[in-house]
């Protein structure tokens, strides 16, 4: 068990980097009971604005420490670009749908998106790997592993800690937990509904965004590159139940761990691994790990 | 009440295919093809979708029947169409019959959830296994019809007339189905489910049932489109490939049993000019049709048809 090591490491990151990708959607889920799909998308967005930007950055001879903050402005300013024009202009006619139909507006956004990305960034890859081999590497059990990915743990546990902290211990989070159980009464109370929607839609990308943005200098970001993050942070979000925060962080981990049991020991059954753990999730539990029951209308 | 003309109806296409497909040029042939392929699943899928459960995974079923028929060709050099499509329906068929028992418990967004975990898992056995070609797929025999094997001027032609043939009987069988008690239970449960079970039906077993049969027209079309395209690849169970049958269930609307046929024609359609005009922004295209689809037409298209005569 040489290898336990390197595979806690792996499962550590990818659970990291998996709680960042994800914890957008259950914020998104469980604030406005919409499951976006255009998540992957902003994922996309992050990633190419995330990549360009500090490419031009470093080509300008510009301090790459700072490139850090760059990914970061990235990923804030394609939000920003994006998100709340699709929420005013589009979502917030929706609201009074079905979930599922309200799920195919955000398909076709992302069929749309996924396109502009590529009108916008063409259709070749970037690669910018600088901030990726900055900070040198460290050493498990005889593998290296570039330091940034301790970059990618710090930042999915300030998330942790921050949205805990705004939910549970501001006035804002409390208002938000009032919209969240009776969105109607709230706005009769003076709550503005319409700006809590707005913000935690815009802060839902923005986090898909950002983890694009921070795994762009790890990959070649090319199209395409939010579509298999859609699927794995619906899986990651269903596994520690729709709309809950600690269930995103336990069900990141766990597949973060499963993930990287399996890619150690067993390759070929990565995939197979980490959607038979939500369908099994699914089977015993359907609300999830951390789900709370929801009573049947009459 | 006018009399259901769906049979006429049926009939008239058919007609239509046979003597029209002979003037047709071959790319359309393809496409009608494809169309018939894709509107078996969605068929399904709105049996599903009149319950109110949307899946997300029916993709799963149709890249069973498509590997059913890939392995029939493949190891038992089986290539005609009516036998692999039978194959692809059974084989899917009991799949369904499987998972049914799960699935018959999850409404709304799990069940959708669900169906998409499931065809994921598909998705990700197949990736990974060697001897199926993993990500690559593999080909297909050209198609023989009932030993027969057209020649090559004729091929897309004959496979058109047997599989609109195929389609347009599995169509009647589901226009039958929705007429009986059973099936006339769907939009009940849509409506209220605790009410059809104090009619003393069970929902899970209509649920099932209908699964069962979307699953049975899905594998149909998915060994119909391995023949006709000539080759598998896992794709065919991946989640955007179920989008894109969903997509189509939105486009045509569940007013009637040929809608998904007019539905996914269209599809093809807005595809093939999309694609033909801009590679890069076919996906955009498709994006704005469908949310059109949902804005305007929130039945819809075959919605069009029934809102005039009733005027």
């Not at chain 1, 490139?67 to 990923?75: D, E, K, M, N, P």
């Not at chain 2, 997300?56 to 060709?73: E, P």
């Not at chain 2, 896992?234 to 040929?258: D, K, N, Q, R």
Request: net charge positive; aromatic share 12%.
């Amino acid at each position: 068990m040489s290898q336990i090591g390197p595979v806690l490491v792996d499962g550590v990151i990818y659970s990291a980097w998996l709680f960042i990708a994800a914890v957008g959607l259950t914020l998104v889920y469980g604030v406005m009971k919409i499951l976006n799909v255009t998540h992957g998308s902003f994922y996309a967005l992050g990633a190419y604005a995330g990549a360009s930007l500090t490419g031009a950055w470093l080509v300008k001879g510009y301090p790459p420490m700072l490139s850090y903050a760059v990914l970061l402005g990235g990923a804030l300013l394609a939000t920003l670009a994006v998100a709340p024009a699709i929420e005013r202009g589009l979502l917030r006619f929706m609201y009074a749908k079905d979930e599922v139909v309200i799920l195919l507006v955000t398909y076709a956004l992302f069929l749309i998106i996924e396109d502009a990305i590529k009108l916008v960034w063409g259709v070749n890859p970037y690669f910018v790997a600088e901030p990726y081999a900055l900070l040198g590497s460290f050493e498990v059990g005889g593998l290296k592993y570039p330091t940034y990915n301790l970059i990618l743990v710090g930042l999915a546990l300030a998330l942790a800690a921050g949205l805990a902290w705004v939910l549970r211990g501001t006035r804002v989070g409390k208002l938000l937990s009032a919209v969240i159980h009776d969105p109607e009464m709230s706005r009769a109370l003076g709550v503005n509904v319409d700006r809590f929607y707005l913000v935690t839609f815009t802060l839902g990308c923005f986090l898909a965004a950002l983890g694009g943005s921070f795994t762009s200098p790890t990959v070649s970001v090319v199209p395409g590159l939010g579509v298999d993050v859609i699927v794995l942070s619906f899986a990651v979000v269903v596994i520690g139940g729709l709309g809950s925060l600690p269930g995103a962080a336990l069900g990141a981990v766990i597949v973060g761990l499963v993930r990287s049991l399996s890619v150690h020991y067993l390759p070929q059954v990565e995939l197979f691994v980490i959607y038979s753990v939500m369908a099994l999730v699914l089977a015993f539990r359907p609300r999830g790990l951390f789900g709370l029951a929801e009573p049947r209308k009459i | 009440m006018r009399p259901d003309r769906t049979p006429l109806l049926l009939g008239a296409i058919l007609a239509a295919v046979v003597a029209g497909g002979l003037a047709l040029p071959q790319w359309l042939l393809f496409i009608l093809t494809i169309a018939c392929a894709q509107g078996l699943v969605v068929l399904g899928l709105n049996l599903l979708i009149r319950a109110g459960l949307v899946s997300f995974g029916q993709a799963l079923f149709y890249c069973i029947g498509a590997y059913t028929a890939g392995g029939l060709s493949r190891a038992f050099g089986i290539s005609d169409l009516f036998v692999q499509m039978a194959a692809g329906t059974a084989t899917a068929a009991l799949a369904a019959f499987v998972l049914g028992f799960l699935l018959a418990r999850y409404r709304g967004i799990f069940f959708g959830l669900l169906s998409l975990a499931l065809s994921m898992i598909f998705y990700g056995l197949i990736v990974k296994s060697e001897t199926l070609g993993s990500t690559d797929g593999f080909n297909l025999a050209k198609a023989t019809l009932l030993g027969v094997r057209p020649g090559e001027a004729w091929v897309r032609y004959a496979v058109l007339v047997a599989a609109a043939s195929v389609t347009l009987a599995a169509v009647f069988l589901a226009w039958r189905f929705l007429r009986t008690p059973l099936g006339q239970l769907g939009p009940a449960i849509k409506d209220n489910e605790i009410r059809v079970e104090y009619m003393g039906a069970s929902v899970r077993y209509a649920i099932h049932v209908n699964y069962v049969i979307a699953a049975a027209l899905a594998g149909a079309g998915g060994a119909l489109a391995a023949t006709t395209v000539g080759h598998i690849d896992p794709e065919m169970a991946y989640w955007t490939t179920s989008g894109e049958f969903v997509f189509i269930a939105v486009l045509s609307g569940t007013g009637s049993v040929v809608a998904p046929f007019l539905g996914a024609l269209i599809f093809g359609a807005i595809h093939t000019v999309a694609f033909d005009l801009s590679p890069n922004t076919w996906q955009m295209s498709m994006g704005l049709v469908l949310l059109a689809a949902i804005v305007f037409l929130p039945d819809g298209l075959w919605s069009l048809f029934t809102r005039r005569k009733t005027a």
